[in-house]
């Protein structure tokens, strides 16, 4: 089984032909799997690193209404 989070990147950043991004809650990761992210993306996160990026309304409950 696979265990899996979302988060908001909140800024992304290259260093030394690197790709780098900072989560809403202050990690730091690579964007190495993702070069189409960009800032203020909901990635998918597999072990802390992030492996898609998702559209919001995938993490929203379905069937769920306000």
């Known amino acids: 089984m696979c265990i899996g989070s979302t988060e908001l990147l909140a800024d992304v950043w290259e260093d030394g032909g690197t790709r780098a ?5 202050g990690r730091v990761v690579s964007l190495a799997f993702l070069p189409e992210a960009r800032s203020g993306d909901v990635v ?4 802390g690193i992030p492996v898609e ?3 919001p309304t995938r ?8």
Request: aromatic fraction near 0%; hydrophobic fraction near 40%; avoid cysteine.
């Open 59 to 66: 993490t929203d409950p379905e069937g769920v209404t306000a």
């Open 21 to 25: 991004g900072r989560l809403s809650d």
């Open 53 to 55: 990026v998702i559209s």
């Open 44 to 47: 998918l996160l597999h072990l």
